[in-house]
């Protein structure tokens, strides 16, 4: 195991934007993961502040991953350039050159996985789904807090909010069971940012119409997580089937259950236990993408 590696916070300039994020680099991992936060959060979430035994970043480079958490387009150092990321493909060219500019001559290991929570898994499909996936070297993507249904009382806030701008009861959909997390991380990271001015017309399309659309050009193996006390999306076992049906050029897809946790995961007391599984999963992929290559060289 590689010793403790504490997450350095980058800023890298992409066609003008600066694009910030955190990096706990190793020397020769075996692979690298970017985790993507979902919304009015930061990278920060994937490090949780004062609680190092549920960072995934930590964790992830102790186990031999060089790992990178980026501020999605629109927060962090980019927030101040709304027009740079209002259409996906901008979003797209950005976040792909961040991960080229903060790795820089860094090796990869056998490739990318991506890791995306609730917004984030917008970016990391999309990233996923983009023509450039198989020259970066993508080998799979890790999703949870998302779904193709919002639930009963997420769909009734949308209502409200699309006529309010208010969002009476967010927080609770979002944060309960409140005693599930730490007390300090209810406090300090319920408001860590703003939202990113894109986001009300992504969200809107996300569950019904893009994200089919873009699982359906997802060559990678997919592992997805449901929250034992999941509130924003439909995650039942029908719902989780329909998810699964929609990445039909997946060659592998896997649902699983993480008990004693709420919506944002990372950061509850059963984050180390999420983390080891999303990890488990990269290893899967990196011994997938080495035998391929393998059986390449061989034949």
């Not at 101040?80 to 790795?103: F, H, S, V």
């Not at 860590?192 to 699982?215: I, Q």
């Amino acid at each position: 195991m590689t010793p403790a590696i504490t997450p350095k916070p980058r800023v890298v300039f992409v066609d003008g934007v600066p694009m910030s994020g955190l990096l706990a680099a190793v020397e020769a991992p075996r692979a690298v993961v970017v985790a993507f936060h979902g919304g009015s959060s930061t990278a920060a979430y994937f490090d949780c502040p004062g609680h190092p035994q549920l960072s995934l970043l930590r964790l992830g480079a102790q186990l031999g991953y060089t790992m990178v958490a980026l501020d999605r387009p629109g927060y962090g150092s980019s927030a101040p350039y709304p027009d740079a990321m209002e259409r996906p493909e901008q979003r797209a060219a950005l976040t792909y050159g961040a991960i080229d500019k903060i790795l820089g001559d860094r090796l990869r290991g056998a490739g990318l996985v991506f890791v995306g929570h609730s917004a984030g898994c917008e970016l990391a499909v999309r990233l996923a789904a983009d023509n450039r996936a198989e020259q970066a070297g993508v080998i799979g993507v890790e999703l949870a807090g998302t779904g193709v249904r919002y639930s009963q009382a997420m769909a009734d806030i949308m209502r409200t909010m699309a006529t309010t701008r208010r969002a009476p009861g967010l927080r609770e959909l979002l944060w309960e069971p409140a005693e599930l997390y730490p007390p300090d991380v209810l406090s300090d990271m319920t408001n860590s940012s703003s939202g990113a001015r894109y986001e009300v017309e992504m969200t809107k399309n996300w569950p019904r119409r893009d994200f089919p659309a873009l699982a359906a050009r997802v060559r990678v193996p997919v592992h997805f997580t449901v929250a034992e006390h999941e509130r924003v999306w439909e995650s039942d076992p029908a719902a989780v089937q329909q998810i699964a049906a929609i990445f039909t050029a997946a060659p592998r897809f896997v649902a699983d259950r993480q008990d004693g946790t709420g919506h944002n995961i990372s950061l509850s007391y059963q984050a180390s236990d999420y983390h080891h599984r999303v990890l488990s999963f990269v290893a899967e992929c990196v011994a997938a993408q080495e035998d391929t290559a393998g059986k390449v060289e061989a034949g």
